[in-house]
């Protein structure tokens, strides 16, 4: 098996890892008392994304894919910082967190410059790369206001850290759809389950807001 060929394969198996746990995180979130299922199963879905995150970037680049490079920035940034939202409960903004924020920064700024590029060529998934360099810039703008003024806490930390793990995921399962699956035009499918999904997790984090369970979501 060929070096591309092998991390393929490690590849795959972290976002299946990631997608599996994913499901399990999000069902012990509604259900009671399955707090501790949710902590575990949040370990071995970071653990999926990393090894997704550490398997793409040397792929796009023994295949040069400046495409697979960014988006593989854009959904381990939503997976880190949602990992840090989770493990610093004091909400503080340390080093780290401002180096996160500031590459996902400068690469939505790339990806939104990507995706023009590709319009102008007359390719239509310029689209896919500018919505989801959008989101990055939001995502990663919104962290540099919030460690300025102290970070997020309480209620607005734990809503923040659902927003960017279920971001993470919905880029792990658009992943996963665009690989087994195929419709014209292919843009449909890259940006079908963040239209699905954006809405869910709007509606999840007003509940977190509110202070609210968040049982019957399912």
Same mark, same amino acid.
């Given at each position: 098996?060929?070096?591309?060929?092998?991390?393929?394969?490690? #590849?795959? =198996?972290?976002?299946?890892?990631?997608?599996?746990? =994913?499901?399990?995180?999000?069902?012990?979130?509604?259900? !009671?008392?399955? #707090? %501790?299922? #949710?902590?575990?199963?949040?370990?071995? /879905?970071?653990?999926?994304?990393? *090894?997704?995150?550490?398997?793409?970037?040397?792929?796009?680049?023994? %295949?040069?894919? @400046?495409?697979?490079?960014?988006?593989?920035?854009?959904?381990? /940034?939503?997976?880190?910082?949602? $990992?840090?939202?989770? %493990?610093?409960?004091?909400?503080? @903004? &340390?080093?780290? !967190? $401002?180096?996160? =924020?500031?590459?996902?920064?400068?690469?939505?700024?790339?990806?939104?410059?990507?995706?023009?590029? $590709?319009?102008?060529?007359?390719?239509?998934?310029?689209? *896919?790369?500018?919505?989801?360099?959008?989101?990055?810039?939001?995502?990663?703008?919104?962290?540099?206001?919030?460690?300025?003024?102290?970070?997020?806490?309480? %209620?607005?930390?734990?809503?923040? #850290?659902? &927003?960017?793990?279920?971001?993470?995921?919905?880029?792990?399962?658009?992943?996963?759809?665009?690989?087994?699956?195929?419709?014209?035009?292919?843009?449909?499918?890259?940006?079908? @389950?963040?239209?699905?999904? *954006?809405?869910?997790?709007?509606? $999840?984090?007003?509940?977190?807001?509110?202070?609210?369970?968040?049982?019957?979501?399912?």
């Amino acid at each position: 098996m060929t070096l591309y060929g092998s991390l393929l394969f490690i #590849h795959i =198996a972290g976002g299946f890892a990631a997608l599996f746990s =994913a499901s399990v995180a999000i069902i012990s979130k509604i259900v !009671d008392g399955a #707090h %501790k299922w #949710h902590i575990y199963s949040g370990r071995v /879905y970071f653990a999926g994304m990393v *090894t997704v995150f550490l398997t793409a970037i040397p792929m796009a680049i023994l %295949k040069p894919n @400046p495409f697979l490079f960014m988006i593989a920035i854009f959904s381990f /940034y939503l997976a880190l910082s949602g $990992w840090r939202l989770a %493990k610093n409960r004091a909400g503080t @903004p &340390q080093t780290v !967190d $401002w180096i996160i =924020a500031g590459i996902m920064a400068i690469t939505s700024v790339s990806m939104v410059a990507f995706g023009l590029y $590709w319009l102008l060529g007359g390719e239509s998934m310029g689209i *896919t790369i500018i919505v989801f360099g959008a989101i990055g810039a939001a995502f990663s703008l919104a962290d540099i206001r919030t460690f300025r003024t102290g970070g997020l806490r309480g %209620k607005e930390r734990i809503a923040s #850290h659902l &927003q960017r793990m279920m971001g993470a995921t919905i880029a792990t399962l658009t992943a996963f759809i665009v690989t087994n699956f195929y419709i014209e035009p292919i843009v449909i499918l890259w940006l079908a @389950p963040t239209a699905v999904i *954006t809405p869910i997790i709007t509606i $999840w984090s007003r509940k977190i807001m509110a202070g609210r369970r968040l049982k019957g979501m399912a």
